[in-house]
């Protein structure tokens, strides 16, 4: 120990007095050889802990041009934690504060596709915000269009498959769906209008390529569309050269109104496009917070995209899980947390997360949401299917023979008693 102190003196300072030249010699001389690093004892270092410190300390060095604050947003990241891999996972986080805004008299777009994040193949978000009067116009997709409101109100118009018309209000956490084909449009109503996350069924989707009202209206000739809607050539003078895709109008009038107006004689639709998310009770409901799930059976019009809301209390954990059906899509709504993705390979990779991002695992990857900051962390789990699914593990290893996981993980029969017996879904910190 005191060669190892002595060693250590030297090297952090080399012209001290304190420390004679013969002794110096002898420490750099055994600093170069195997038999004197090996007579300091590999027992003295560990007691001491100090060479392995150095060790890291210069390893966790970074002097070269960086990014502070967005290496703050990104620790994990910044400095894996060590149960990750050296080996590579593709990263599974995309801001949509990168994502590029479309900007228009009466709101604006931006989205998240497969383009972004390359391993989002199954899903891709629409981020989008509508002034009060703002309005998305008349369109449909080639993908399904599920929705969820994250601010203000606004007003949808569909009309179903037999021709009968939808027309509803929607406000914080009330989500909507529309079918592929299903023709549709979103206006924001007073007092300020709307911002609303749209997810889509699949992963190459861009709002860009939808069929817009105004865009199909422009590349038919005015002779068609006179036969077409019964009226003169003259009437249509003033249709639009190019798309609106959004555009600035007044605000709509009374809700029963509009219902009544669109109706007509095929009357109301019998189906719900809305589902009213808070008038549900939780899922489940623990001390580390809640979930709501929401999927076809629940609301009956989504039927192939299922959702889960998280709600995790600081400190808390999304217990470690696996979805065996389908590929998660997240977004992230308030709070700040980390999440590891263990992949096939022996590979794994932990990434952090804030307000504003999407994360992706792909399906039957294990991996848990961890709360690092000290408020609420919410964010949603997202799924190609009209049935949510997961397994925990916590729950398997539970109902699985003890002596054969005691075996696995090495740990005695006090230590297996204790893993909880049923899914907790959020553990409490």
Request: aromatic share 8%.
């Amino acid at each position: 120990m005191a060669r190892l102190l002595q060693y250590l003196v030297i090297m952090e300072n080399p012209n001290q007095d304190s420390v004679t030249e013969a002794n110096a010699k002898s420490v750099r001389r055994d600093k170069f050889t195997r038999r004197g690093f090996l007579g300091i004892g590999s027992a003295t270092l560990a007691v001491a802990g100090i060479v392995p410190a150095m060790a890291a300390d210069r390893s966790r060095s970074d002097p070269g041009p960086g990014n502070p604050a967005l290496d703050g947003q990104n620790p994990d990241s910044m400095w894996p934690p060590a149960t990750d891999s050296k080996s590579l996972v593709p990263t599974f986080k995309y801001p949509f504060s990168l994502a590029n805004k479309r900007v228009y008299e009466g709101g604006w777009s931006r989205e998240v596709t497969v383009r972004e994040l390359p391993v989002s193949k199954s899903m891709a978000g629409v981020n989008m915000r509508l002034t009060a009067g703002g309005v998305r116009e008349l369109h449909w997709h080639t993908a399904g269009e599920w929705a969820i409101m994250l601010y203000g109100t606004a007003r949808i118009t569909a009309i179903d498959a037999d021709g009968k018309s939808f027309v509803a209000d929607v406000t914080k956490n009330d989500l909507w769906y529309f079918p592929s084909g299903i023709p549709h449009s979103i206006q924001g109503l007073e007092p300020d209008g709307a911002e609303f996350m749209l997810v889509f069924d699949d992963g190459d989707f861009s709002e860009a390529e939808t069929v817009l009202l105004s865009d199909s209206m422009a590349h038919l000739p005015r002779e068609v569309l006179s036969k077409n809607f019964g009226v003169a050539e003259q009437a249509l003078k003033n249709l639009p050269k190019q798309e609106l895709f959004i555009f600035q109008t007044e605000v709509p009038g009374a809700l029963e109104a509009d219902q009544k107006a669109a109706a007509g004689i095929p009357g109301k639709s019998p189906i719900d496009f809305a589902f009213r998310t808070m008038e549900m009770p939780p899922t489940k409901r623990t001390k580390g917070g809640e979930v709501r799930i929401v999927d076809s059976s629940k609301f009956k019009a989504s039927t192939t995209v299922a959702m889960a809301m998280v709600t995790v209390h600081p400190g808390g954990l999304r217990e470690l899980h696996w979805h065996p059906n389908a590929d998660e899509w997240q977004y992230y709504i308030s709070g700040k947390g980390r999440m590891t993705v263990v992949a096939t390979g022996n590979r794994a990779r932990t990434m952090d997360f804030q307000a504003g991002d999407v994360g992706y695992v792909e399906k039957t990857l294990l991996h848990y949401i961890e709360n690092t900051g000290d408020t609420d962390l919410i964010f949603l789990e997202m799924f190609k299917s009209s049935f949510y699914q997961d397994l925990s593990l916590s729950e398997w290893l539970a109902h699985t023979p003890p002596e054969l996981v005691m075996a696995h993980l090495r740990i005695d029969k006090a230590t297996f008693d204790a893993i909880p017996k049923d899914k907790l879904v959020v553990v409490p910190g």
